[in-house]
């Protein structure tokens, strides 16, 4: 699988800790297709509230389904103006302070 990232983006209308908890339900939704630990071990992201930033590493088949499951929930829920994405070839997560791992629960 190619190496990409999703870079979300969200507007102010949408509450930071609301982003917070659609992240940790996407893994949950996740977790039930691949196991707890196949998702500790591939799945990586990192999310920065004060910003309204999230980075899912979709480089692996779990990250893959997580950016997926994560892009309907928040586009449902929120509305696709709400949320801007957009996808990176590169790994992005190593210029904001690292990707975390499933279990980290990385909210800065």
Do not use: W
Request: charged letters at 25%; a positive charge.
């Amino acid at each position: 699988m190619k190496n990409q990232s999703y870079r979300y983006n969200f507007t102010r209308a949408v509450p930071a800790q609301d982003i917070e908890d659609t992240l940790m339900l996407a893994l949950l939704a996740v977790e039930s297709l691949h196991g707890r630990a196949r998702v500790r071990m591939d799945s990586r992201f990192q999310l920065d509230k004060k910003n309204r930033r999230c980075v899912i590493n979709a480089g692996t088949r779990t990250g893959a389904d997580l950016a997926k499951i994560f892009t309907g929930y928040v586009t449902r829920e929120y509305g696709e103006k709400a949320v801007g994405i957009v996808r990176e070839s590169a790994h992005t997560c190593s210029g904001h302070r690292g990707c975390s791992g499933a279990a980290a629960g990385a909210a800065v």
